[in-house]
């Protein structure tokens, strides 16, 4: 609530909510003025999305999802070719956090790429591509903090969308005069038009397709003017089941015991409570959040053998406080701290493979058949302070300071975070950012009979310089370099028994982002992003450099959308960028003793080569429409129009390899013998995908 006095002409604004109130002067007797009140509730400015998010919503290709149109934004590529694996700026997909409402998500990627939110309750998806600031711990690469929009206080409405490739149900409503909730719930629909014999041959048969589904819930209390208490709930589960035969070469050459049926499911569920406090000189967030993930995978079961398995459950409590205190109208200073108590439960019988970002091939590194149930604490916690100073009308700076703790390591680090940004002028600005920054190794790689308990955590340092300008008509660009250092990275010592993995390969990434951006104006907006980066891991024991497997020196993208009349819109999104990088294939051996029969590939030097230059055009076409008189929309789209191929590794063509004794050659069509023949496996954007949606409210 707020009130204000009318002198001659008096407007109040609330520019977060986009409205606006005015009042006309009138005179009277003695000069009275008139006083209005206009009541808003602080949750009413997050009930809607920002456009920044609507215009990643209505992108080509993205299929109404803002977070898979994360592969549009500058630095930002498909590790691997994989549409679930987001590697930003040279890091790995590993090195990410992603942050929902505040709370750690499970994760926010399906298998098949879609993320697992509704894309009608994003409020809001910010990007940190590098030197984020202090209220971010446990991680060395970028940031995915994503805000769900608050429930709307409106009469209960229905949200029906229905795509051959997702459909999904939205409600919401008020229950009361100050509380609002949603429930959404979304599933695949893949399993139900997918050709099995597309999928399936003598090598794979598919016992149950791909499939996902995602629910969330939020329920928003505002007690008062100044406290907003939130509930939500969220969950997903990802999940397929095959059947590897004898015949399946690829796979069995290199893991024989995977013969049979596999079943793998993966599943998280979080529920979060958060209390928003507003007082005069400072705001106040508390949450805590409880998040239960399970990966469960069993594999190599046949009728004569009970088979193999692999599980591990990840229990989560998340305590975390962010504090804004106002010391005066040119400072401020924010206060975050957060503890997750972490359990996980790993239980395995299996054929141990000592894996790595930095191996073509795991097989070459296998272990004996290992047996465990046991339960691994790896809590840790932060404490971050930043200060916030207005020095001048052209110098503003942020200067942070981060302590955080892992305890399952015993380490602890001190973190320092700068930012300076220079205003050239109203529309031009300058920001220097630098920081530090850790994360705890995955588990498997320090949890005991799987890696190396000693192992130290992950360290990076990062910088960036960026200039941004906003110009006349909605017009505006900017260029960002930046530049990243990554230390203590994880190594194979297969030699080793006790420490199967040492800290001896080091990282470097660096790169510049260019990126000119129009708001809606006329009709139309887009934007175009050019990128050019390196990124390069170092064997420091054997003074070996390599690129990593997600370098991608160039990146280009167009979006364009246009409104062709109030019913109708269109949009296009294209996409050029280098090959992906992969590891060649030089030679042919025996897998002896595993597999005898079996012929496994000889690779070379990790990442040495790349596949041709990658391009991709997405069409969609949107029309405004009625459902028996309820308000509609159909979207059609066209995923990689032209049917460009995306090869991403390449591997042995074991039908083609024949043996007479210690000597392999190569039986082909064309009788090029002593040549190794190799088969390219594409990337899962490689095929031309239609499809056609609706939405409907009721």
Known sequence: MFSTKLTLVNVVMVSSIGMSYAAEYQEIEHQEFERIEVRANRSDITTEITEHTQKLIEMPGAMGDPLKAVYALPGVVAAAGSVSSPAVRG???????FEVDFMPAGYIFHDFGNSIFNPNIIQDFRLHSAAFGTGFSNATGAVFDIALRKPRK?????????????????????????????????KNMLPYWLDRDSFEDDDIILNDEPDDHDYQAKWAWDINENNVLTVSLTGAEDSAGATFNDKNFEV?????????????????????????????????????????????????????????????????????AHLNYRLSPLQSIQLDAGFYDTEYHLNYDKIQLICSEFIPDCSRMRGDRIQNNSKLKADHAFIGLNH??????????????????????????????LSIDYYLSDDSTITVKY???????????????????KLKSQTAKHSSLTFS?????????????????????????????????????????YGIDFLVNKNLTDDWYGWFSFSYSKSERTDTKRDITSDFYADTPIILNLVLSYEINDLWKAGINLTSRSGNAYTPVTGVYVNEPDNPVKYTAEYGVPNSKRFDNHYRLDLSVTRITKFWGLEGLIKFEIINAFAAEHPVAQELAYDYIVADGDVFWVDTIDGDDGVIWVDTIDGDDSDMIPSIGFSVKF
């Open 91 to 97: 890091s790995s997909p590993k090195d990410n956090l």
């Open 154 to 186: 409106q009469a209960i409405e229905t949200k029906l969308d229905v795509s051959l490739l997702n459909s999904g149900l939205l409600v919401e409503g008020q229950l009361t005069e100050n509380s609002a909730f949603y429930l959404t719930a979304r």
């Open 252 to 320: 069995l050459a290199q893991q024989p015991e995977l013969l049979g049926d596999a079943i793998f499911i993966n599943d998280f569920h979080s529920q979060g409570i958060i209390w928003d406090h507003y007082a005069k000189n400072f705001t106040l967030k508390v949450g805590l959040g409880a998040l239960s993930k399970n990966e469960k995978t069993s594999f190599g079961v046949t009728a004569n053998h009970k088979g193999y398995f692999d599980n591990m459950s990840h229990q989560q409590l998340s305590y975390k």
């Open 388 to 417: 916030t100073w207005q020095v001048s009308e052209k110098i503003q700076t942020q200067l942070g300071l981060q302590a955080q703790q892992n305890k399952y390591t015993d380490e602890s680090f001190i973190l320092p975070r």
């Open 435 to 453: 920081g530090h920054y850790n994360r705890m190794q995955d588990i498997d790689k320090i949890a005991p009979q799987l890696g190396n308990p």
């Open 469 to 509: 300008q906003y110009l006349e008509d909605e017009w505006s660009w900017s260029v960002s370099s930046y530049y990243k250092t990554m230390d203590n990275l994880p190594k194979i010592h297969w030699y080793t028994a006790d420490e199967l993995y040492t800290n001896e390969i080091e990282g470097e990434a």
